[in-house]
T-cell receptor
Framework: GQNIDQPTEMTATEGAIVQINCTYQ??????LFWYQQHAGEAPTFLSY????GLEEKGRFSSFLSRSKGYSYLLLKELQMKDSASYLC?????????????FGTGTRLTVIP | EPEVTQTPSHQVTQMGQEVILRCVPI?????FYWYRQILGQKVEFLVS????????KSEIFDDQFSVERPDGSNFTLKIRSTKLEDSAMYFC??????????????FGEGSRLTVL
């Protein structure tokens, strides 16, 4: 089976930096994705990593270590609108479409 | 900006009834997906569709589920005889291609299904 773990909840202060960790054990690996999901809304794509290392995209960065089965999402200069769930997802299949397995998500609350 | 659209946004149905959820993927996308999210739980993969046939399906996608692309734009999920446990938000998604670099999934706003 596929197993993706991430913390259930985190709280951080506006303007600060927060790191959301994700560990995975999957049957294969074809990329790791981070999505943001505001309550009652659809997930929206934030980042993907397929090779080891850091991918930076504005205030958001994502890191991957395939040997450790580990990724993190780094959010800088936190804003109140960043309060949302952050979903770690892995595509374990090296053939076919991107059939993602999601973690349960980390609910981030940004406080003033 | 192109987007995935879904209808209805919310449907209430009686147990045992058939339900069809509709999706219009982004026009130049080739891969289509259905995911579901039971309230408070994680997003779960149901099925992927490519070249007019199912590419992969999960254990959840049993015989009561079917998908169809009846014309060049719509992509539908049919649940033949709904059960209480089918109550969930159903998300349609599409992607240009496959793999990590072209496989970014664009999700629709979801169809909330409530089975009574």
């Amino acid at each position: 089976g596929q197993n993706i773990d991430q913390p259930t909840e985190m709280t951080a202060t506006e303007g600060a930096i927060v790191q959301i960790n994700c560990t995975y054990q999957t049957s294969g690996f074809n990329g790791l994705f981070w999505y943001q999901q505001h309550a009652g809304e659809a997930p929206t794509f934030l980042s993907y990593n397929v090779l080891d290392g850091l991918e930076e995209k504005g205030r958001f960065s994502s890191f991957l270590s395939r040997s450790k089965g580990y990724s993190y999402l780094l959010l800088k200069e936190l804003q109140m609108k960043d309060s949302a769930s952050y979903l770690c997802a892995v595509d374990p299949d090296q053939t076919g479409a991107n059939n993602l397995f999601f973690g349960t998500g980390t609910r981030l609350t940004v406080i003033p | 900006e192109p987007e995935v659209t879904q209808t209805p946004s919310h449907q209430v149905t009686q147990m045992g009834q058939e339900v069809i959820l509709r999706c219009v993927p982004i026009s130049n996308h080739l891969y289509f997906y259905w995911y579901r999210q039971i309230l408070g739980q994680k997003v779960e993969f149901l099925v992927s569709f490519y070249n007019n046939e199912i590419s992969e399906k999960s254990e959840i996608f049993d015989d009561q589920f079917s998908v169809e692309r009846p014309d060049g734009s719509n992509f539908t999920l049919k649940i033949r005889s709904t059960k209480l446990e089918d109550s969930a938000m159903y998300f349609c998604a599409s992607s240009v291609g496959q793999g990590a670099r072209t496989g970014e999934l664009f999700f629709g706003e979801g169809s909330r299904l409530t089975v009574l």
